[in-house]
């Protein structure tokens, strides 16, 4: 209802203000207990992420990182993986990636990748348009991820962004991808849900897309038959923090 009155994006400015308040004692907090850490913006971290909150920003970007090397680490065997975080917003998860890695985080939001490049060293940030292509060469990567960014996504923005991962992947690389794939019961309406069951791609839109509120969500059917068509699915679906994972071979 907000969505069709096009006042969402006024609501969640609101709920920003609320959310920023309810962090703010145990942010100062945790300030004072990590004095090297450089606090990202917090209306960006309230646009990708729904809290403001630096603890849960740190610990579950280190947390998913984990999650993320020991994917890299299973299905690569190369000395010096050069890994892409698309949609990497405010370097939440690539900044913990071992250093090992060659890592560089793209984004469409000109605010996370001017903030990530003074803030988080070691790794390149680039920024890309809102459809194809990436700044770099054909097979650029030996894995791209993407977390909760085709979550989103209109559906040409799928077809067109499938297609630019694989162009940059290496012949045989990889691709980790978090997906909406078990809505939980009653979040779609009637018609969206009728459409999920018969395994089509359920598209949320109204406000700017790419952004938190614009919102995607995949059956399964959908992910093996149409997105990863030309992949090999290697693992997955797999549950990660509320989305599901499925990590996919370039052939
Ligand atoms: C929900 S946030 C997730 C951020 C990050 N992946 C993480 O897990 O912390 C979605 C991110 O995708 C980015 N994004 C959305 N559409 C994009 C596009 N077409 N190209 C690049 N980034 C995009 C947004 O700017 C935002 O940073």
Redesign the pocket.
């Known amino acids: 209802m907000a969505r069709a009155a096009g006042i969402l994006p006024l609501l969640d400015r609101i709920r920003f203000m609320r959310v920023r308040r309810a962090s703010a004692a145990k942010n100062r907090a945790f300030l004072e207990g990590n004095p090297g850490f450089s606090p990202p913006p917090l209306w960006?971290m309230h646009?990708?992420?729904r809290h403001t909150s630096f603890d849960q920003y740190w610990r579950?970007?280190r947390e998913?990182s984990a999650v993320i090397a020991a994917k890299i680490d299973t299905h690569l065997d190369a000395v010096r993986p050069r890994i892409a975080?698309?949609?990497?917003?405010?370097?939440?998860?690539v900044r913990h990636l071992p250093a090992r890695y060659e890592r560089t985080g793209?984004?469409?939001?000109p605010q996370?990748i001017a903030w990530d490049t003074d803030h988080i060293p070691g790794v390149q940030f680039l920024k890309?348009?809102?459809?194809p292509p990436l700044p770099v060469e054909d097979a650029s990567f030996d894995a791209v991820y993407?977390?909760?960014?085709f979550?989103?996504?209109s559906a040409e923005?799928h077809k067109r962004?499938i297609a630019e991962i694989e162009r940059v992947l290496a012949p045989r690389g990889i691709f980790i991808g978090?997906f909406h794939v078990r809505p939980p019961a009653g979040q779609l309406l009637p018609a969206e849900q009728a459409q999920f069951d018969a395994g089509e791609l359920v598209v949320r839109g109204g406000v700017k897309?790419?952004?938190?509120t614009f919102t995607a969500h995949h059956p399964e059917a959908y992910l093996r038959d149409t997105l990863f068509k030309d992949f090999e699915i290697v693992e997955g679906p797999t549950a990660l923090f509320g989305q599901t994972l499925f990590v996919v071979r370039k052939h």
Do not use: P, Q
């Open positions: 960006w646009d990708m992420y579950t970007g998913t975080d698309w949609g990497c917003g405010l370097g939440r998860v793209f984004d469409y939001n996370a890309n348009d809102l459809l993407a977390l909760s960014v979550t989103h996504l923005g962004w978090a897309e790419g952004s938190r």
